[in-house]
């Protein structure tokens, strides 16, 4: 009974193979296979191209990132030299209005060169002396 029923898988089998020998099923394959082979080619060419399309974008997004950082560094470079001038010109403003308020609030004014008076230390003043009478004597043994 075994034997019976492999030998009708048995023939079975060969018709399908004398069948996928016939034209009508190699033809059949080659029309299958022919766009198969155009689809995955498609497929293909699309995964490259945004393979490339991506690597573009991922390459302009870090030059852009770069230039942002650049003008963020220019950015803090300037706030810090406005900051400076600002304190500058706040120190500018601070002298003018003091000099202002002492004219008008305690009468002060600008010395003018009779008011002024050169001040020496009295050491100063002995030393000066002293090269004064060394060189007058110097002066009345040459002559």
Not at 15 to 30: C, F, I
């Amino acid at each position: 009974m075994l034997k019976f029923r492999k030998s009708k898988v048995v023939e079975s089998e060969k018709e399908l193979d004398d069948k996928a020998t016939t034209k009508e099923v190699v033809s059949e394959k080659a029309e299958y296979s022919y766009g198969f082979i155009t689809t995955i080619s498609i497929l293909v060419v699309a995964i490259l191209a945004t393979g490339v399309f991506t690597s573009a974008q991922i390459h302009e997004y870090r030059q852009n990132y770069e230039k942002l950082q650049e003008i963020k560094r220019n950015y803090m470079d300037l706030r810090v030299e406005y900051r400076r001038l600002l304190i500058e010109q706040q120190t500018f403003s601070t002298t003018q209005k003091i000099a202002s308020r002492a004219v008008t609030e305690l009468h002060m004014y600008f010395p003018s060169f009779k008011d002024k008076m050169v001040l020496q230390p009295y050491w100063l003043i002995q030393q000066n002396n002293q090269t004064n009478s060394a060189n007058r004597k110097n002066n009345g043994v040459s002559q």
